[in-house]
């Protein structure tokens, strides 16, 4: 008796498709990085080869991965295989960096943390009187003044609380140390959520986005205007936006801009591609495109000024300058923010409501990436894993694993593993590499023109022509730029400025991109090798997509018109 295979669902309404991209590709590096390198590369002036990316290689890639799942209804593996069998491998190295970026788990165990600490009667990085606080710890405030001329070796009581209560951060990375159960605690809290909001596939995460995509929103607009009508909030809104054109001649301030818009549009490992898929065939990816586009890149200006006008408050309440408080990743969500917020009135809220915001930026993030991966595996296996009850299985077993995979994270040592795994096996490179490859099979193997008309046919709505010269030439070569760019001027590891990784953990770190690049090309010879024929006739066949793929409107007319003659010539 043959295994019933069940369906793959399709989202319930577009609402639900709108709200799980815009919960996946808006998360914290809108917050905590964006507004950092916009002020760091020029101010106002940085927008300028921002938006230049992201009209070149954002949305194109953007358009190109959800319109890919939309036209095949599969998922980031399998997708490629029908539409060129050759660089399957593109699909398998995304999901690697997927699998490599469950690591972000660990901030929402931070960020869960630091929640329940948001509900004391006094807020713990707010004071020196702790057991964890040393005798260099110092607090400034309203009610605090500070020399910062005779104790230049003094230490935050928010820094203390981080590297001390959190982290408590150990020597190196070779000492491992001991596990930090509470934080192992926060992590299979956080690891169960995700577990749920997904176990149904889009039937539960359609419900779930709802609220994870949406209330985020009302938590930044909270804090924008609260960090608007603090005193010194002017200044940081200034520092944030003041131009500097002559930054414009920096390469660093374009390479910069093009990794955020890579960063942050989600894009090149198969995430898109998965989500495009439950729609349905005659969605309008290509307006959605453009909607969700604008909401990613606003809502990055807008949460600048949402975290600057906090910063420019704590600046004029420590009477610094504000590029000595401000911070990027962690230490702006952990550090920075936490710190200014002790020194505004009724601090416990603001903090709740910060570490809220957080937990749903970070959470709708994470576990559409699970849902990523999941889907992916399952369209490669559906006879195994698309039967009743198998799925919710195989999601509980990945879960389990990738908890068990991060408790080293949760060691003295942890957050060296975390910043390991972050820097190289997440990192630019392998997102640019995959990106030169993935616009170069579109534009040239399956054809832009073939896309543009398939996303007419899909949407009515054929595509403006740059998007087909971004595909052919601009983004792949703007990413093969950034690529080499990259690689030359990739620094060695540190942490905090001052800790120098050993040499193996480099080596280790190297192999981790590796692992992910060589898919592809490795992928390729494979099949190569394998396929039987001359070596024309396999190239033919590995580049050549499914044969069962949609036809578009004119395909299909012109099938019809072919079996309209053949049906007359047998009449006759």
Known sequence: MARKIEER?????????????????VGMGNVWRFPYLCYRNGGGVFLVPYLMFVMTCGIPLFLLETAMGQYTQEGGITCWRRVCPLVEGLGYAGQMIQLYGMCYMMILAWALFYLTFSFSSELPWASCDNPWNTDDCHVIGKNHTFNWTQQTNSTSAATEFWERRVLSV????????????????????????????????????GKVVYFTATFPYLMLMVLL?????????????????????????????????GAQVFFSYSTCVGMLTVLGSYNTYNNNCYRDCFMLSLLNSS???????????????????????????????????????????????????????????VILLCVDTQFTAVEGIVTSVTDVFPQVLRGPRRREIFLLLFCFFCFLCQIIMVTESGVYWFQLIDYYACSGACLLFLAIFQSLTIGWIFGAEQLCKVIEDMTGSYPNVIFKLCWKFITPFASLVMFIYYLVELQPLTYNRWYVYPSWSYGLGRLLSLSSILMVPGWALVRLVTTKGSLKQRLIHLCSPDQNLPLNRKQRSKTQEVTSATEMENFM
Not at 232 to 253: K, M, N, S
Not at 323 to 335: M, N, T
């Open 170 to 205: 150990s020597s190196g990375i070779e000492e491992i140390g001991k596990v930090h159960w509470e934080i192992l605690l926060c992590l299979g809290a956080v690891w169960i959520i995700s577990y749920f909001c997904i176990w149904k596939g889009v039937k539960s995460t």
């Open 9 to 25: 669902g399709h989202w319930k309404n577009k609402r639900e498709f709108l709200l799980a991209v815009a919960g996946n590709v």
């Open 299 to 357: 809502t990055s200006v807008i949460a600048g000024f949402a975290v600057f006008s906090v910063l420019g408050f704590m600046a004029h309440e420590h009477g610094k300058p504000i590029e000595e408080v401000a911070e990027s990743g962690p230490g702006l969500a952990f550090i920075a923010y936490p710190q200014a917020v002790a020194m505004i009135p009724l601090p416990q809220l603001w903090a709740i409501c910060f570490f809220i915001m």
């Open 225 to 257: 205007v609260r960090g608007l009508t603090l005193p010194g909030a002017l200044q940081g809104v200034v520092f944030y936006l003041y131009p500097d054109p002559e930054r414009l001649l920096d390469p660093q301030v374009w390479m910069e801009a």
